[in-house]
């Protein structure tokens, strides 16, 4: 089974409200290596006319962005109560 095969098993109840937030563009632009977008399995982080686009309502809630991030420039939490990921099978 491959990745995007994985992910369609994945529900996910959205809140209007966004648990990922980039705190500088600023900071995101002098990053060189840009690891959000390749290290997020959901392609959360996307760049687009110079400003890195967050698409929270695919997060996978495994909080790999905070990691990578070498400015720690992402907030991250956990969705509010009854929002967010649910997975079909484990």
């Keep these: 089974m491959n990745i995007e095969e994985k992910l369609f098993l994945v529900r996910y109840n959205t809140d209007a409200e966004s648990h990922l937030k980039i705190i500088s563009q600023e900071v995101c632009k002098k990053c060189e290596d840009k690891p959000c977008t390749y290290i997020c399995p959901a392609q959360v982080y996307r760049w687009s006319c110079d400003i890195l686009t967050v698409s929270y309502e695919g997060c996978l809630e495994c909080g790999s962005c905070r990691f990578c991030c070498p400015f ?16 079909k099978f484990g």
């Design 72 to 87: 720690e420039n992402i907030s991250w939490k956990y969705p509010r109560g009854g929002f967010g990921v649910s997975y």
